[in-house]
């Protein structure tokens, strides 16, 4: 069965990185886009980052381009996401997601548990 | 970007009732939507994708329809264990935008 583990959350101070990882397993990793979707406290859903099967192409949403970078290891099956400069609007739960297809302009069939970034000092 | 305006934010319906939740995006989208539940404490779940085609394992009450702009979530006859929050999502294109979700309750 498709599984979707995220680590690497915490409580990290403004203006510092952190770095989020998804152990994949239960399909074939490398045939699939895969998107990182967070929830602040009480709000709704936000996409913030998606990446093709090949890894080439990454996209973004302005409210964190040029700050997070996603990334994948197909031979970890592992997808990443590189936070940077980190602000207190960017604490929520971080859900490492599966998209249905091979790019990343598919919608997202399967979900991780979730990991909690706080960002506060 | 193209914007998602979810209709309403939230609803009190009685068990049986029909429920019908919208979502409009501000440029034509074709089918690229998807639904999503979302139970309190919960991971989101997905239920409709392309517009209309339910997810395997979905209740057959839960339908979707619409495209081009404006999309419909419908639940035929709502039951307790469909309390929850709903969210549309365009995935045309990037950004993958959410609407602003609709929180569904029993009266």
């Known amino acids: 069965q498709v599984q979707l583990v995220e680590s690497g959350g915490g409580v990290v101070q403004p203006g510092r990185s952190l770095r989020l990882s998804c152990a994949a397993s239960g399909f074939a990793f490398s045939n699939y886009g895969m998107h990182w979707v967070r929830q602040a406290p009480g709000k709704g859903l936000e996409w913030v980052a998606g990446i093709w099967y090949d890894g080439l192409n990454k996209y973004y949403p302005d409210s964190v381009k040029g700050r997070f970078t996603i990334s994948r290891d197909d031979s970890k099956n592992t997808l990443y996401l590189q936070m940077n400069s980190l602000r207190a609007e960017d604490t929520a739960v971080y859900y490492c997601t599966r998209a249905s297809g091979n790019s990343g302009f598919y919608y997202s069939d399967y979900w991780g548990q979730g990991t909690l970034v706080t960002v506060s000092s | 970007d193209i914007q998602m305006t979810q209709s309403p934010s939230s609803l009190s319906a009685s068990v049986g009732d029909r429920v019908t939740i919208t979502c409009r995006a501000s440029?034509?989208?074709?089918?690229?939507v998807a639904w999503y539940q979302q139970k309190s404490g919960k991971v989101p779940n997905l239920l409709i994708y392309?517009?209309?085609t339910l997810q395997s394992g979905v209740p057959s009450r839960f339908s979707g329809s619409g495209s081009g702009t404006d999309f419909t979530l419908t639940i035929s006859s709502l039951q307790p264990e469909d309390v929850a929050t709903y969210y549309c999502q365009k995935y045309n294109s990037a950004p993958l935008t959410f609407g602003g979700g609709t929180k569904v309750e029993i009266k």
């Open positions: 440029q034509g989208l074709s089918y690229y």
């Open positions: 392309a517009a209309s």
